[in-house]
């Protein structure tokens, strides 16, 4: 395993990127599940902002880890709310972290093949990509929901790599999620890089045995 290991670019064929707090701010992500729907909750149920979050925050947390979570279809069913069209409401608000854009065209042109990887939902990757394009810095994109796992789960990747075959001892994955780059780790990811800011918003997050940079930009 290289992870500890400066990048060597020479060494490297594919890069697995995350979406959501590595290329795109998880501000927005953070905004709308944190306050914007408890706020369309409790005007639903005749609650304030706060008690509607006291009230459906153990049923997020319950979920947490598993491919519910990260389903749009599931939390209009259990908060009986259009959670779709409240998020292409907001897609104004869906943006690139800093650098990040300019990592992607930098990317582009060194000869790797370069696939997203997310957890996001396809109807909430097809809204974002319409936003801001995304899917055009890729040669493929992927949702774990057509893997019937999470990233985190370890059923994940072999799952990814039979849909896309890649060396994974040739293989760079960037994520923010430190239960992801885990399950990455155990599958023989060789390169492996953790984001400290995903959330242009908030400080750095501590990302524990795995080395990282602030933004994808410094991978350069």
């Known amino acids: ?4 290991a400066a990048l ?4 490297i064929d594919t890069v697995l990127l995350d979406m959501d707090g590595t290329l795109l701010d998880l501000r927005f ?4 599940w944190l306050e914007l729907i408890p706020s369309h909750y409790g005007a639903a149920n005749g ?3 706060l008690e509607a979050w006291e009230a459906i925050r ?3 947390l319950a979920t947490r880890g598993t491919i519910q979570w990260y389903c749009i279809d599931h939390w209009s069913d259990v908060l009986q709310l259009d959670i779709m069209g409240i998020k292409r409401a907001a897609q104004a608000q869906v943006g690139y972290l800093p650098g990040a854009e300019d990592f992607l065209l930098r990317l582009e042109i060194s000869g790797k093949r370069r696939v997203l990887v997310t957890n996001a939902h396809p109807k909430t990757l097809a809204l974002k990509d319409e936003q801001v394009g995304i899917s055009a810095y890729f040669d493929a994109c992927y949702s774990s929901h057509a893997f019937a796992a999470p990233k985190e789960d370890p059923a994940f ?6 849909a896309e075959p890649f060396d994974p001892q040739r293989t760079l994955f960037v994520d923010d999620s430190l239960s992801v780059l885990q399950a990455a780790h155990d599958f023989g990811i060789g390169w492996l890089r953790a984001i400290r800011r995903p959330d242009s918003a908030l400080p750095a997050q501590d990302t524990g045995r795995y080395p990282a940079v602030d933004r994808v930009a410094d991978l350069l």
Do not use: E, I
């Open 1 to 4: 395993m290289h992870t500890l």
């Open 8 to 11: 060597d670019w020479a060494k």
């Open 29 to 32: 992500d953070n905004w709308f």
């Open 47 to 49: 609650m304030t902002s």
């Open 58 to 60: 153990p049923t997020f």
């Open 157 to 162: 990747w072999p799952r990814l790599q039979a």
